[in-house]
């Protein structure tokens, strides 16, 4: 029971759109409106809003953090096997990309996938951010630099995780997270992705 209560209650944790949120405090329009129509952080800062889209990148990568950490906090306490800890990981990132509370609409959980990874293993996630880092530097393509961190992500999972479910859970999370960017990786391949900054259009 304790179980299925921690993965419940990390997919609720990630169900929190910090886009929408943060948007909606600011007096923004719905970023599921504009741009890409993804509320993520780079959808946001396509509105101009530089501190909105950090307060959304902030949000959505603690909600993950955060969710993660709690169910590790209590993995003694509640007798919570490691596969929990890890199936806690993957319904964070669900929630986010299929949120509960804004009909099922989310992101494609770049930001929220991070910051599993450091509840997980932070050599793992200080990997993905290096790797994210360089790549959003050098090619200003935030779907590219995501992608890229992405496919890295299992590998320094391998090395740095613990156990193999984490690590499974992290392979999970990896595809879940390309999937979602499907369409970017059309766009890239055609030539006609945005890059970071570029202004949003109805």
Not at 121 to 134: E, I, M, N, Q
Not at 167 to 189: D, E, F, G, M, P
């Amino acid at each position: 029971m304790f179980n299925v209560l921690a993965v419940t209650a990390s997919y609720l944790i990630g169900s929190l759109s910090f886009a929408v949120i943060v948007s909606k405090c600011y007096g923004m329009d719905d970023p599921r409106t504009y741009g890409s129509g993804n509320p993520g952080a780079t959808n946001v800062l396509r509105s101009g809003k530089k501190k909105a889209a950090a307060l959304t990148l902030l949000g959505d990568a603690l909600k993950g953090l955060v969710a993660v950490v709690l169910v590790r906090c209590l993995q003694d306490k509640f007798g919570l096997a490691d596969s929990t800890v890890a199936l806690s990981a993957v319904a964070a990132l669900v929630g986010h990309m299929w949120p509960v509370f804004f009909g099922f609409k989310g992101g494609k959980g770049v930001a929220t996938a991070l910051g599993v990874l450091l509840a997980l293993s932070w050599p793992t996630a200080l990997v993905c951010a290096l790797v994210w880092l360089v790549m959003a530097f050098g090619f200003k393509v935030s779907s590219l630099a995501a992608l890229v961190a992405t496919v890295i992500s299992p590998i320094a999972a391998y090395f740095f995780m613990p156990y193999g479910s984490w690590v499974w859970a992290t392979a999970v999370i990896a595809v879940l997270v390309l999937y979602r960017h499907k369409s970017n990786i059309q766009n890239l391949l055609s030539g006609k992705e945005s890059k970071i900054g570029d202004k949003a259009g109805k």
